[in-house]
Nanobody
């Protein structure tokens, strides 16, 4: 059974940096897509970025491109989301998601993923 556990959220100031981590366990993740989503109060869940577990290829939402970086650590157990130049609009609960995704799928769709973590809250104060 896949388990995803996020950590690293907190309260930061505008312009600060923060690193979120998602520990993945329960199976081997070869050919899986690991993604980060976020959901602000009163808004729909929004795609942040994704990485191919085996390929390392990444995709980012336009709103975070150039500021956020997704990586998989050397132990192949943790997916990191490095967030720089944080803005109040980045305030949300951040979720880690994963699934075996068919080539050509729209990775930005939340319904593509069946495995989700519990989320970690990031608050950016101005």
């Amino acid at each position: 059974q896949v388990q995803l556990v996020e950590s690293g959220g907190g309260l930061v100031q505008v312009g600060d940096s923060l690193r979120l981590a998602c520990v993945a366990s329960g199976r081997t993740f070869d050919r899986y897509i690991m993604a980060w989503f976020r959901q602000a109060p009163g808004k729909e869940r929004e795609f942040v970025g994704a990485i191919g577990w085996s390929s390392g290829a990444t995709l980012y939402a336009d709103s975070v491109k150039g500021r956020f970086t997704i990586s998989i650590d050397n132990t192949k157990t943790t997916i990191n989301l490095e967030m720089n130049s944080l803005e109040p609009e980045d305030t949300a609960v951040y979720y880690c998601a994963s699934d075996l995704v068919q080539p050509g799928s729209n990775l930005e769709r939340p319904d593509l993923y069946t495995n989700w973590g519990q989320g970690t809250l990031v608050t950016v104060s101005s």
